[in-house]
């Protein structure tokens, strides 16, 4: 799954129509309406604004608008691009400004096709991991060695918690690291599973959402 990195808009003209194109980072269906009107408010004298947005993480919503334009040409192609490439919490809007030569069917869906990537190259695309989070706690004698184990293996996790011993926070896809840190540490090490998660690592990491 694939997040954009930041919001972005392109333009381009198609036969004399003017396209702009929007990418949003949205995380519910009511930062999308609040989008749209703004857009409305920016583009009063524009044809269409056609849209695909795709919300959610454990459970996506997939939702198009062709706004007025022939049926499966507008907003459908953009919904196709985040469907196949599974890029979620987006929402993608093309600008039409008719320039007096109609496109036809399939002119119209590689317009709008052609808005919706050169939005989302301009915004970029970072992936989200689906990792388990494990609490480990350890002797200091033993820190070295996990260390030594948990570059080794580019763990993603929090900074260790120093006290009587020490604590620490890791996000694993492949849970076979656990069975080295514990034949490392001679099995003095405690294993604490504390969920499933969506993990942004670009930004910390960071916790996106548990999965259930």
């Known amino acids: 799954m694939k997040l954009i990195k930041k919001n972005s808009n392109i333009e381009f003209v198609e036969k004399k129509s003017r396209f702009i194109g929007y990418a949003f980072y949205v995380e519910s269906k009511e930062e999308v309406e609040d989008i749209l009107s703004d857009l409305w408010k920016q583009h009063r004298k524009c044809s269409h604004i ?16 062709d706004n007025g334009e022939p049926s499966l040409t507008g907003g459908y192609p ?26 036809g069917k399939g002119g ?3 317009a709008y096709t052609r808005t919706a990537q050169l939005s989302l190259e301009a915004a970029g695309l970072r992936e989200v991991l689906q990792v388990d989070k494990w609490h480990l706690s ?5 820190h070295g060695s996990v260390e030594y184990i948990l570059a080794k293996e580019k763990i993603l996790g929090l900074e260790p918690l120093y006290t009587e ?34 993990l942004d690592f670009i930004k910390g990491p960071v916790e996106l959402e548990k999965i259930k």
């Open 108 to 110: 119209l869906i590689r």
């Open 50 to 65: 056609c849209t695909a947005s795709q919300i959610g993480l454990g459970e996506k919503r997939g939702e198009f608008d």
């Open 138 to 142: 350890y002797d200091y004698s033993h």
């Open 78 to 103: 953009m919904l196709q691009i985040l469907e196949t490439q599974d890029i979620r919490q987006v929402l993608l809007c093309a600008v039409r400004y008719f320039g007096g030569i109609k496109l």
């Open 165 to 198: 011993i020490v604590e620490r926070q890791i996000y694993l896809e492949d849970p076979l690291v656990l069975d080295e840190l514990v034949e490392i540490s001679d099995g003095k090490i405690t294993l604490q599973f504390e969920g499933r998660y969506y």
